[in-house]
Nanobody, 115 residues
Framework: QVQLVESGGGSVQAGGSLRLSCVAA????????MGWYRQAPGKERERVAV???????EYAESVKGRFTLSRDIAKNTVELQMNSLKPDDTAVYYC?????????WGQGTQVTVSS
């Protein structure tokens, strides 16, 4: 069993910053990629930033230069620092992990950016 527990999120004005954190717990051997997705109302879930098992950091074009992903493999955590937030960043953000070929998701945390 794997659990992803998220924290952070909230409401901020455009141009502000927020930080999201996620910790994985449970049976974590053969841990693969870990990162964040988001889903805005009426839209499909999209990949925001992922740290691959090989150590690469991959970002959506829309967040490059504004968001920074960091991963601590020893602590099974991933954090997303979000700067220069825009109203278009408003969404529910989900922590994601790939473990032993299966995908796991956190419960989601709301990020709201007002103009």
């Amino acid at each position: 069993q794997v659990q992803l527990v998220e924290s952070g999120g909230g409401s901020v004005q455009a141009g502000g910053s927020l930080r999201l954190s996620c910790v994985a717990a449970g049976s974590l051997f053969n841990f693969g990629d870990m990162g964040w997705y988001r889903q805005a109302p009426g839209k499909e879930r999209e990949r925001v930033a992922v740290a691959t098992n090989g150590g690469d950091l991959e970002y959506a074009e829309s967040v490059k230069g504004r968001f920074t992903l960091s991963r601590d493999i020893a602590k099974n955590t991933v954090e997303l620092q979000m700067n220069s937030l825009k109203p278009d960043d408003t969404a529910v953000y989900y922590c994601y992990a790939a473990i032993r070929g299966s995908e796991y998701w956190g419960q989601g945390t709301q990020v709201t950016v007002s103009s």
